[in-house]
């Protein structure tokens, strides 16, 4: 099995900075993508940012030059800065991880999703 353990959530007042990381363990060949996503109440899931096992990222546009995702391969832990943080980010956050497992092959991937963390930020 694979495990996604995230931390760094909290609150924050609006034009602060948060760290997000996320760690993956468990019976892993390889982790392809990894990303973050987030949902508020009563809203989808959307994604905020992924970053390949080539280092290549994406952006949602309301994060756009606010934050950047980052990863260390060996570590399989992916990381989100999140600066001049503003209301509207407040959700919980979620690292999803598509993974490759030992036993099973590089050509089969799954994908697995972290237990969340809250980030709150107050105007």
């Known amino acids: 099995q694979v495990q996604l353990v995230e931390s760094g959530g909290g609150l924050v007042q609006a034009g602060g900075s948060l760290r997000l990381s996320c760690a993956a363990s468990?019976?892993?060949?390889?982790?392809?993508?990894m990303g973050w996503y987030r949902q508020a109440p009563g809203k989808q899931r959307e994604l905020v940012a992924s970053?390949?096992?080539?280092?290549?990222?994406t952006y949602a546009d309301p994060v756009k030059g606010r934050f950047t995702i980052s990863r260390d391969n060996a570590k399989n832990t992916v990381w989100l800065q999140m600066n001049s943080l503003k209301p509207e980010d407040t959700s919980a956050y979620y690292c999803?991880?598509?993974?490759?497992?030992?036993?099973?092959?590089?050509?089969?991937?799954?994908?697995?999703w972290g237990q969340g963390t809250q980030v709150t930020v107050s105007s």
């Open positions: 970053i390949t096992s080539g280092g290549s990222t």
């Open positions: 999803k991880a598509i993974v490759s497992r030992i036993g099973i092959g590089p050509s089969i991937e799954y994908q697995y």
């Open positions: 468990g019976s892993i060949f390889s982790v392809n993508a």
